[in-house]
């Protein structure tokens, strides 16, 4: 009952919650002298079981604006991008560095059964749950949505995942190359008659990290009118790129387990433990020698082929699809990823569809993009209470313009 109270203080603080009879209010760009240092997210917590870039991004932002984040971490080995490099500072990784600064990190095996206690008893507490798992993964250990929807049913939890909770590909892991190869960003980029290129800067795990962020604070708002907190879907399909027979492929073996499995699959176990090869350090400091390896095997079979033998494996995998390959993609389908409506002068469209799902209500209903000037009268009217007269004035003399259907 005490969390309980301190938490509903806190959010009080925060704005995110009112107290009985309380007010919102809008900013007006002067700030109050007692709000001076006041954070949008003091006094919210976040507890954060995401590894690698797109999670820990999107927790980061939330520490940025003043939440307190408890980063949930394996012992011993923590998260993985801890061991990714070079570049390293001393010991410590520039990658892992970069997006995982403002947190508090805890070591908790979350496969024992006290574990699973401990992140039960800090979900109670935290105002928001952030997770990066396989669908179904959390959920075998009693950590899935419903699990802490029972025991905090004020908790707004966010599941950052490959492909999202259901569907033909949603089992599998997701890394950002591969989401931008199936997405179709691999094949727009690079020069129009060249190979794929994959972007530099990992722009899926990017964009990904910042719709889960916007959707987490929407989340805080509408448990703020609502009193409840809510799921949200979010995935990469809103590494190393491999010729085959017959197009491209996209394998991201981002740890040791899943560069032995990859080994296997490609009929290359002497590769597994080479001393070139043991680490994901000394991968990163012999790559060329190991690329040519892998893509001399590649070139050997068909995309379809190489599909079909890592299908189960747990390594994030994927083709290149061209941008018509991309809007038949099963699992883009699946998601509701491409939404049809239609337009008033070119009649049926299709666009990309939104990125988060959320549990407790649906996105508003597709309208298609305005023409110019297509509800100036409208808005005067409805929006400004401007009568006709005012308007017609204002039509007449050109300030303003409305578009004439045809």
């Known amino acids: 009952m005490q969390a309980t109270l301190a938490r509903f203080a806190a959010l009080r603080r925060t704005g995110l919650l009112s107290g009985l009879g309380g007010r919102r209010e809008l900013w007006t760009g002067r700030p109050q002298s007692d709000t001076d240092n006041v954070k949008p997210l003091e006094g919210v917590k976040i507890l954060d079981l995401t590894r690698v870039l797109a999670g820990p991004f999107a927790t980061m932002n939330l520490g940025d604006l003043g939440a307190e984040v408890i980063k949930v971490e394996r012992p011993g080995a923590g998260d993985d991008t801890r061991t990714w490099g070079p570049p390293f500072v001393g010991k410590e990784s520039t990658y892992f560095l970069s997006v995982n600064r403002n947190k508090k990190s805890i070591a908790v095996n979350i496969k024992d059964p006290k574990g699973v206690k401990i992140i039960k008893e800090l979900a109670a507490v935290c105002d928001v749950f952030v997770e990066n798992y396989v669908p179904g993964k959390l959920s075998a250990l009693g950590l899935g949505y419903t699990d802490i929807d029972r025991i905090a049913p004020h908790i707004v939890y966010c599941s950052i995942t490959g492909y999202g909770q259901t569907g033909p590909l949603s089992q599998r892991a997701g890394y950002d190359a591969v989401a931008s190869a199936v997405s179709g960003l691999m094949h727009i980029t690079g020069p129009e008659d060249g190979d794929p290129v994959?972007?530099?800067?990992?722009?899926?795990?990017?964009?990904?990290?910042?719709?889960?962020?916007?959707?987490?604070?929407?989340?805080?708002?509408?448990?703020?009118?609502?009193?409840?907190?809510?799921?949200?879907?979010?995935?990469?399909?809103?590494?190393?790129?491999?010729?085959?027979?017959?197009?491209?492929?996209?394998?991201?073996?981002?740890?040791?387990?899943?560069?032995?499995?990859?080994?296997?699959?490609?009929?290359?176990?002497?590769?597994?433990?080479?001393?070139?090869?043991?680490?994901?350090?000394?991968?990163?400091?012999?790559?060329?020698?190991?690329?040519?390896?892998?893509?001399?095997?590649?070139?050997?079979?068909?995309?379809?082929?190489?599909?079909?033998?890592?299908?189960?494996?747990?390594?994030?995998?994927?083709?290149?699809?061209?941008?018509?390959?991309?809007?038949?993609?099963?699992?883009?389908?699946?998601?509701?990823?491409?939404?049809?409506?239609?337009?008033?002068?070119?009649?049926?469209?299709?666009?990309?569809?939104?990125?988060?799902?959320?549990?407790?209500?649906?996105?508003?209903?597709?309208?298609?993009?305005?023409?110019?000037?297509?509800?100036?009268?409208?808005?005067?009217?409805?929006?400004?209470?401007?009568?006709?007269?005012?308007?017609?004035?204002?039509?007449?003399?050109?300030?303003?313009?409305?578009?004439?259907?045809?």
């Open 198 to 406: 994959r972007p530099g800067v990992a722009m899926t795990d990017l964009a990904t990290g910042l719709y889960a962020y916007g959707a987490i604070m929407a989340g805080l708002i509408q448990r703020y009118k609502t009193g409840k907190g809510l799921f949200i879907d979010c995935n990469l399909l809103s590494s190393q790129a491999f010729k085959t027979k017959d197009g491209y492929l996209v394998v991201g073996a981002g740890n040791n387990q899943q560069f032995a499995t990859m080994c296997k699959i490609l009929n290359l176990p002497e590769l597994i433990d080479d001393c070139k090869y043991k680490t994901n350090h000394l991968r990163v400091q012999n790559r060329k020698e190991l690329i040519k390896v892998l893509s001399a095997r590649f070139e050997e079979a068909m995309t379809g082929k190489w599909l079909q033998r890592f299908e189960g494996s747990g390594i994030p995998y994927g083709p290149i699809n061209n941008m018509k390959n991309v809007f038949a993609e099963p699992q883009v389908l699946h998601n509701g990823l491409i939404m049809e409506m239609k337009h008033p002068t070119v009649g049926k469209i299709s666009v990309p569809g939104p990125a988060v799902r959320y549990s407790k209500f649906k996105m508003s209903e597709a309208r298609p993009p305005p023409l110019l000037g297509q509800h100036t009268t409208y808005i005067l009217k409805e929006v400004l209470q401007y009568d006709d007269r005012a308007i017609s004035e204002l039509l007449s003399t050109g300030v303003v313009t409305q578009h004439e259907a045809k």
